[in-house]
């Protein structure tokens, strides 16, 4: 292998800390927050699952109680249930088991988690969502049914807002 394609696959796994809180650290296939292993706690309690997390950002120290420069954010794991084309015609929907309309999902901060895949990536639309095509993610072009998607949500979510609970129409179709 050489010294760049090695390069490549190291720098895939750092995580962006313009979407991702300090204390989420990439590891091989898995994400850690504060030490704690998404995919282990998805396989433990079940997807959806949340972690609140201090989302720390540089700010002026000086600033007061109104402009914090500390925020809570989460991060959540969601299992992909059904891959299928999109009815735009154009790339493909990602089902998830869990209601993305519940959250506000930071679509740069979709990744794989759970297992390896092909460095190829294309643009999925992340589903349910409340309007169709509003959730594009880059993501690998093999993604199936079974696979653990983990995301940060711009606010701290709880749980009985992000499980399922609507009936979707399109999920039958």
Sequence with gaps: MS?????????????????WPQAAVAVGDDIRIVGESMITMARSVG??????????????????????????????VATVELVTPSHEGSGADIWLDSELDGCEPVAESVRLIGRHSSDAQCAFTLRPSPRRGELRAMLP???RAGDL???????????????RRSWHRERLL
Excluded: K, M, N
């Design 47 to 76: 997807t959806p699952c949340t972690r609140v997390v201090e989302a720390e950002h540089e700010c002026d120290p000086a600033i007061g109680r109104q402009g914090e420069s500390r925020r809570f954010c989460a991060v959540v």
């Design 141 to 143: 072009t093999d993604i």
């Design 3 to 19: 010294t760049v394609a090695r390069y490549g696959r190291i720098r895939r796994h750092i995580l962006d800390r313009r979407f």
């Design 149 to 163: 998607l983990a995301f940060v949500v711009a606010e701290p979510v709880a749980l009985h807002d992000i499980r």
